[in-house]
């Protein structure tokens, strides 16, 4: 698990990085459509796509699921050196909140 921690960190400090770049550049985006003049429907609708704000509760959730499957994985018995069960453990909580995510999004859009 020591060997692992490293690598999880810089992942996430890079996911972090291009989460704060993709938000600036839809800000400046949406700040350049709306100072251009007139708005139409059709940019209308692209800023409405825009600003969804669906991407804090996806990473949030991805985060979350992510978190309790390390703190599951400090109650389960296994050898760090030669067992693939962490990663079994991190990856089932980590689809598990992608389909937690997506599941509120269909509720949302019906």
Excluded: H, T
């Amino acid at each position: 698990m020591k060997q692992l921690m490293p690598f999880i960190i810089i992942i996430v400090f890079f996911i972090l990085i291009a989460i704060f770049i993709l938000a600036l550049y839809n800000y400046r985006l949406k700040k350049r459509i709306i100072s251009s003049g007139p708005l139409d429907e059709n940019s209308v609708k692209f800023l409405a796509q825009l600003g969804s704000g669906n991407e804090a509760l996806k990473w949030g959730l991805i985060l979350l699921c992510a978190g309790i499957g390390f703190i599951v994985m400090e109650f389960i018995p296994y050898s760090a050196e030669d067992s693939p069960v962490p990663y079994g453990v991190e990856m089932i909580f980590i689809s598990a909140g992608f389909l937690l995510y997506y599941l509120l999004l269909r509720r949302r859009k019906d």
